[in-house]
């Protein structure tokens, strides 16, 4: 992933989660604060729903009391109450339905002390009906507590708030309930509010629909005809369609402002990234183009802030590697003399040791048996001529710089008897040669030389001036000639092995490190291979590898 999208996918993250929390919170607070003031007002209500009855309660108390004072300064009904004729009885009987519609009530009754019904205006059969029940509970219930009142009419029965009062002729006691039919429509007035309900509630079971309920006021409820007193409630409830209905609405609000401000976040993350990855790609590019040949680049810049620092120090940066390269290119100009110097050196050794050998053989027939000096020279003659032959093929090709290689038909069996011949009768050493006279291998005879020459010269080496064994082995194998150099030496450990073709590693005191690699770039270039094996104590054994002449490449490398 970029770092252009990882800082636009960052910016975006923060937008998207900032947004939803001030989401959320705002719309938690305003959940809050809705909800709180919803219950607020409908708690209000139900107070002012809980004082209009209370009021209502005490409207009927104060109706019932005025006509308990009637009652009393009614001459006709006190004579009528205590007479059993029937014109008197029938004043008493519709007294109170009189009553009950002049102070427009929906019940009204008038009972003596044991409870027998002397006036209905309900219900005007239930005339001396014994209901103590109603009155006495009325009573218990004091002027404080709401009391519902299950009565009768001729269509059926209703329910009604109702109070209680009193009064007494010539020493009787009379009551008179009265109250008010507490119906959908008196319900419906208490609410003033289309969300707000109110409902009487009995026994758990709810007279008319509520929603969730705000609150219950305790009243008392006295069923006659099942001659039983108990709790009710009045319940004030609310829709809370509207409250839902404005929680959906701040959802909604609060998810297109989530979105237009991802699609703004998405724009701003965009151009802010832009400009942030713009000029880290414009180094990214300059820093891409620099390598050693191509050290110019300009990093320059006016800006003063990171990205200018940055720049400077590139600047920096590639002002130094300009002088490193120009000291490195020197210095591998240097290394490159000096190598070439040490192997012309390397090589010139290799060539003269063939020489000095049979000068120094002349020199001790000369001093012991002058007159064999002029035999031995016809017979070495062609030791020296082959030294300066190797001489002068050497100086050619590096005047040159760049060896040919001739690729021809060559006998390495020739090759390998001339190196060991001018290097046998050395003080200690005894050269043995084991060769296939048919081995002819394509290359040039000159690097075969070198091959060889370097491979016995570092086995001679190896023996430290004591006494051992050399043995040159040349063989034909499957798919070519095989050439071994091995020695009796010391031998060699793996890391030893690991390092013996690199450049200028020796292990000799005054080794040059170069023998074997000329070695093995002397067999690359013939298409051949060349690998050691050796062991601690064990000798070393040099094995070359050349392909056959048929499968050899004949094409000459100028």
């Not at 023998?515 to 062991?535: F, H, I, N």
Request: hydrophobic content about 40%.
């Amino acid at each position: 992933m970029k770092f252009r999208t990882r800082i636009q996918l960052a910016l975006m993250a923060l937008t998207t989660f900032s947004v939803l929390a001030l989401g959320w919170l705002v719309r938690a607070e305003m959940t809050r604060r809705i909800t709180a003031q919803y219950e607020r007002r409908v708690s209000a209500f139900a107070g002012s729903v809980e004082h209009d009855l209370h009021a209502r309660s005490a409207a009927i108390a104060t109706a019932l009391s005025a006509l308990c004072t009637r009652i009393i300064d009614d001459n006709r009904f006190r004579s009528a109450a205590l007479n059993t004729e029937p014109g008197a009885r029938r004043y008493v009987l519709d007294y109170a339905g009189t009553a009950m519609q002049l102070m427009q009530l929906s019940m009204l009754q008038v009972q003596d002390a044991e409870g027998r019904i002397v006036s209905s205006g309900h219900f005007r059969n239930a005339f001396d009906r014994v209901e103590p029940l109603v009155p006495r509970a009325l009573a218990s219930a004091g002027a404080g507590k709401l009391a519902v009142v299950k009565s009768r009419r001729p269509e059926g029965s209703f329910l009604a708030l109702a109070r209680v009062d009193s009064f007494r002729i010539a020493g009787h006691t009379f009551y008179v309930s009265g109250g008010i039919e507490l119906d959908d429509a008196f319900l419906r007035s208490l609410s003033r509010e289309p969300t707000v309900r109110v409902a009487f509630e009995n026994r758990g079971r709810v007279e008319g629909s509520h929603h969730n309920i705000a609150s219950r006021l305790r009243v008392l409820f006295i069923d006659p005809d099942a001659d039983e007193v108990h709790a009710a409630s009045i319940v004030v409830s609310h829709n809370t369609s509207e409250l839902s209905a404005l929680r959906r609405s701040v959802t909604v609000w609060i998810a297109v402002v989530l979105g237009f401000a991802l699609l703004l976040s998405t724009l701003a993350s965009s151009i802010i990234a832009a400009r942030i990855t713009r000029p880290l790609t414009a180094l990214s590019e300059k820093t891409r183009r620099v390598d050693l040949d191509h050290l110019d680049i300009n990093f320059d810049t006016a800006r003063t802030d990171e990205f200018g620092s940055l720049s400077r120090l590139l600047a920096a940066m590639t002002q130094r590697l300009r002088s490193g390269a120009v000291q490195l290119k020197e210095a591998e100009r240097r290394a490159t003399l000096g190598d070439l110097a040490r192997q012309v050196n390397h090589d010139i050794k290799n060539g003269l040791i063939p020489v000095r050998n049979v000068f120094r053989h002349l020199g001790e027939v000369a001093s012991e048996r002058p007159d064999k000096l002029a035999g031995v020279f016809h017979e070495r003659e062609s030791t020296v001529a082959s030294g300066v032959d190797y001489l002068e093929a050497l100086a050619s090709n590096y005047a040159r710089l760049s060896p040919q290689v001739r690729r021809v038909r060559c006998d390495v069996s020739a090759i390998a008897r001339r190196v060991a011949g001018d290097r046998g009768g050395r003080e200690g050493v005894e050269m043995i040669t084991r060769i296939d006279p048919g081995a002819y291998v394509v290359g040039d005879a000159l690097s075969l030389r070198r091959v060889l020459e370097n491979l016995a010269d570092n086995a001679i080496d190896s023996l430290g001036g004591g006494v051992g064994r050399v043995t040159i082995s040349i063989g034909r194998v499957v798919g070519g000639v095989e050439v071994a150099v091995e020695d009796t030496g010391p031998g060699m450990n793996a890391e030893e092995q690991a390092r013996i073709f690199d450049d200028f590693y020796t292990t000799k005191e005054h080794g040059t490190g170069l023998g074997l690699s000329v070695v093995r770039r002397l067999v690359m270039d013939l298409d051949g291979t060349v690998r050691v094996e050796s062991e601690p104590g064990r000798g070393t054994r040099f094995v070359v590898e050349f392909p056959a002449q048929d499968t050899a490449s004949t094409r000459e490398q100028d």
